[in-house]
């Protein structure tokens, strides 16, 4: 009998179907349910799915009438025979003992959820994988049975649906469901809040299962239409939580904050795309409004929110064309930023990459997709890395890399430690011209 049931909602998917499912089919659990809920592919996703299910039997594939997320992912659920339901976006990729390690745990810790970390995922021109973990939650509950509403502050941390398996009764019981909107955006705010409100027994895990695929252009993650998705649910939430009594005081201050965090999110993707907020205007004003009514209610507490944070959301709520000026000013400014780095390391025939960081897989898949493929290693201080390889490069000591210094730019990618190696830079006879700092973090706008 299957234990957990994978739903793979695709559309158009066929650039990453393949590396997708077979990790889906390759799991170490056997004993899974497969169900790709296709809402009209037109580019090759169904024949490929098509073409798997008939050497392996564990794959259902259901037809959606709606070109909606929301929808594939209802009908997915009311048709699961597993106990726990898994959800796999159809460009990410999953750990082979991701469904395994998860059920064992929520078996045995009898959880109406299970998640995990995950990891953020990109394979670069020449065929490297950029894995970068992200570790979000809190080492004191890791492996703990905890009840969220003793533990609120998690909801601020945890946007991710696909990160665990849900037990299909606790769904069922408290009649969960996603919002059948058009597209395939946001749809799942409604579900995590339900799910993260209502549950009573729940295990976060330290490992990293899951990979996000953070350089897909197309993602929904990316979309114009964001804003238009972001009211919609938000809408449907509010009417939703409001008939049920989901939403209380107790829960207020953390569901707009939130509500905040994403349209702050989404206000940096339309000033990196250059794009116009009186476009999207009507959607911003009912936003807007939303949370304005919240503050001046007393729903919001500010007081336990960071000063960057206090401070962003009162221009937002009082001056949306300042606020939207805000963040083109700072965009514009790290794309020059960017830019001004290229430029400069063109007149080199070698780069070597300084500071083995979480920041040097980001900043080799930034360089490859800018046409920049003149890397040829990493230097680090730490001698228990000399001699291993990450992206490919082989990782050598800052004197060695200085051996090489003719012709050579050196590019640090740890600040923490930027001007100790800048000095050590230039102790060991690197000249000032030839060193350059990548200083303005990981920003996944920059690989799209």
């Known amino acids: 009998m299957e234990k957990v049931t994978v739903l793979i909602p695709t559309l158009n ?15 170490t659990l056997r004993t899974l349910e497969i169900i790709v809920v296709d809402a009209g592919s037109t580019d090759g996703t169904l024949e490929l799915v098509e073409s798997y299910q008939k050497k392996d039997n564990r794959i259902r594939i259901i037809h959606s009438e709606k070109k909606s997320y ?14 726990y339901i898994g959800i796999v976006e159809s460009d990410d990729v999953v750990e082979l003992d991701m469904y395994k390690t998860l059920l064992e745990v929520a078996t045995e810790k009898d959880a109406d959820f299970v998640k995990s970390n995950f990891a953020h995922y990109a394979v670069t021109v020449d065929k490297q994988e950029m894995i970068i973990p992200e570790n979000i939650i809190s080492k004191k509950i890791i492996g703990k049975v905890i009840n969220p509403s003793k533990y609120k502050n998690i909801y601020l941390e945890d946007f991710y649906l696909w990160r665990g398996i849900y037990k299909k009764d606790f769904l069922k019981n408290n009649q969960i469901a996603f919002h059948e909107s058009m597209g395939a955006a946001y749809q799942d705010i409604g579900f995590l809040y339900q799910t993260f409100t209502l549950a009573k027994r729940v295990v976060y895990l330290d490992n990293c299962f899951y990979k996000y695929r953070r350089n897909n252009s197309n993602s929904s993650t990316y979309s114009t239409k964001a804003f238009s998705y972001l009211t919609g649910e938000y809408t449907y939430i509010l009417e939703k939580l409001k008939k049920n009594r989901l939403i209380n005081q107790e829960w207020d201050s953390l569901f707009y904050q939130k509500m905040f965090i994403q349209c702050r999110s989404r206000f940096r993707l339309l000033a990196f795309r250059g794009g116009d907020y009186r476009d999207v205007k009507s959607d911003i004003l009912c936003l807007q409004g939303m949370l304005k009514e919240a503050y001046i209610h007393q729903k919001i507490n500010l007081s336990l929110w960071s000063m960057q944070s206090q401070i962003e959301f009162l221009m937002m709520i009082e001056d949306i064309s300042a606020y939207m000026e805000y963040y083109r000013a700072q965009m514009i400014a790290k794309k020059q930023c960017v830019n001004n780095m290229f430029e400069g390391l063109k007149g080199f025939s070698k780069i070597i990459l300084v500071g083995d960081s979480k920041t040097v897989p980001f900043l080799y898949t930034l360089l490859k997709k800018n046409n920049v493929n003149t890397i040829v290693n990493i230097c680090d201080n730490d001698r228990e890395k000399w001699g291993m390889k990450r992206m490919g490069l082989k990782i050598i000591s800052v004197d060695q890399a200085a051996e090489i210094k003719e012709d050579s730019a050196f590019l640090i990618a740890s600040v923490k430690a930027k001007e100790e190696l800048i000095q050590q830079l230039i102790f060991l006879g690197v000249k000032e011209k030839q060193i350059y700092v990548y200083d303005i973090g990981i920003d996944w706008l920059l690989l799209t």
């Open 13 to 27: 998917s066929i650039e990453f179907m393949k590396e997708c499912l077979e990790s889906v089919i390759n799991q």
């Open 70 to 83: 929301g929808y594939q992912l209802n009908i997915g659920i009311a048709t699961a025979r597993g106990d």
